[in-house]
């Protein structure tokens, strides 16, 4: 906690960076759950809205192939524990997929009931319902199996960690989880927008997945400063690497030390961390760098907490952010700006402090590449978030010569199972080499190399 509250406290000196712009109801409201669950008069309504197709359509656009008609059959008939079982055994972090999923590119695209004519069966707010409903009355999901007496080391306490874990120990090995921060949850705990995840559910969750039992949680160990890969591998029966990424890109302008310019990630988890939004500064005028969820999720909580101007800037057109079209539309509909074609080139400050970021408008060239048009705008702002992606740190898996994990594009290369080219050692999530930046993604990849794991261990 203490970090965070260093983090409130650097508000940049002579700036109107601020905290407690608005009142205490305005921050209830602001930061109330984005969507309303259903009601269980609605969640039947909506599951009969199902077409329960022979192939469906919606469980191969899945990630972790969920049976959706399945559990959707289940809601309808009142089977609603079963439903959530039926999640659970797919997607052991199916509460928290339903609440960040990108539903609107996945499975509801695919639903053939997204026409022109028609909607797609909600099937992020169903599986809400289901989940929501099975862990308000249940510690946990699934049995442990009789202990096998093998070890495995997880090192990162995020959503593919997790995963790897809770698969590992219901096969009855003994799995001791290794996270670098205070607390387990990785970008479900410290990454998401706050109104996406309200009243602690990313630690409800993690104490979830954990109830299984056969689990050590160690918090504040950090690979490479306090364990080390090769002395993991020679301690325990197989490793995992849910790393994650560590790092947010560069702009590569210079001023980029100067006060109010900071990174969105650590913004949001300062933020997330907050046990007060009115104690979190935020400026007046807030340019947000960046098209993907990150940026949507600086800009939106922005305005949220008060600013009066958030403009979000992308260097290529709208069709190509990272951003699905509905968090774009959020952004929208929260007040934020949209800027399109327009690079940064500079930062402008005075006396060390941002007053401005100056861009240059761009377009796409004859070649298909991005190309600049030497026409350059100045927009003033007193905060300037930097939201171009982040970057797998590889120093703790590609420092020792005997104990490299191999790389490519600088993520671990892994093969279809998750094995990395390091005996005893798979990986999976953002760290490895295709990882998306999805919840539901990394999830599947720590199931995938949590069964790998356990037919290498068994034999």
């Known amino acids: ?225 306090d364990i080390r890969l090769g002395d993991l591998r020679r301690s325990y029966d197989a490793v995992f690497l849910g790393l994650g990424l560590q790092a947010v890109n560069a702009l590569g302008l210079e001023g980029e030390g100067m006060l109010g310019v900071e990174d969105a990630v650590s913004w949001i988890e300062t933020l997330r961390q907050a046990p007060d939004k009115a104690m979190v500064p935020v400026g007046r005028r807030v340019v947000v760098i960046g098209g993907g969820m990150t940026a949507v999720d600086a800009a939106v909580q922005a305005r949220k907490l008060g600013a009066e101007e958030v403009t979000m800037v992308y260097r290529r057109g709208q069709e190509s952010m990272n951003a699905s079209t509905y968090e774009q539309e959020v952004a929208q509909v929260n007040g934020v700006k949209l800027v399109t074609f327009a690079a940064p080139v500079a930062l402008h400050g005075a006396n060390g402090v941002v007053t401005g970021v100056e861009f240059e408008r761009t377009r796409m060239g004859l070649s298909g590449k991005l190309e600049g048009t030497g026409e350059r705008v100045l927009i003033p702002a007193d905060q300037v978030m930097k939201a171009i992606g982040q970057v797998f740190v590889p120093g703790p898996v590609a420092g020792e010569t005997a104990e490299a994990v191999a790389l490519d594009k600088g993520r671990i290369v892994v093969d279809a199972d998750g094995r990395t080219s390091l005996p005893k050692v798979w990986a999976g999530g953002d760290c490895v080499l295709g990882g998306e930046d999805l919840t539901v993604q990394a999830v599947e990849h720590g199931k995938i190399a949590a069964r790998s794991i356990h037919a290498a261990l068994m034999g």
């Open 1 to 225: 906690m203490s970090s965070v509250l260093d983090a409130l406290a650097a508000v940049p000196a002579g700036t109107d960076v601020a905290a407690g712009r608005l009142s205490p109801d305005q921050y209830a409201k602001n930061f109330a759950d984005m969507h309303d669950p259903l009601s269980r008069h609605e969640a039947v309504v909506e599951s009969d809205r199902c077409y329960f197709c022979y192939d469906p359509p919606c469980q191969k656009a899945c990630p972790t192939s969920i049976d959706i008609p399945m559990f959707i059959r289940k809601i309808g008939t009142g089977n609603v524990d079963g439903a959530a079982e039926t999640i659970f055994s797919a997607n052991i972090l199916g509460g928290m997929c339903a609440r960040v999923c990108p539903t609107e590119t996945l499975c509801e695209e695919a639903c053939v009931r997204n026409t022109a004519e028609d909607q797609p069966v909600r099937i992020g707010l169903l599986q809400r319902y289901a989940t929501d409903h099975y862990m308000e009355s249940h510690d946990g999901y699934g049995a442990r199996k009789a202990p096998t007496g093998k070890t495995v080391a997880v090192v990162g306490a995020g959503p593919a960690g997790l995963a790897a874990a809770h698969a590992l120990a219901a096969e009855g090995h003994d799995v001791t989880v290794f996270e670098a921060r205070p607390k387990a949850g990785g970008l479900n705990e410290h990454g998401i927008a706050s109104y996406k995840t309200v009243n602690d559910f990313a630690q409800k969750e993690v104490d979830f997945v954990l109830s299984i039992g056969g689990v050590t949680l160690e918090t504040g160990k950090a690979l490479g400063r």
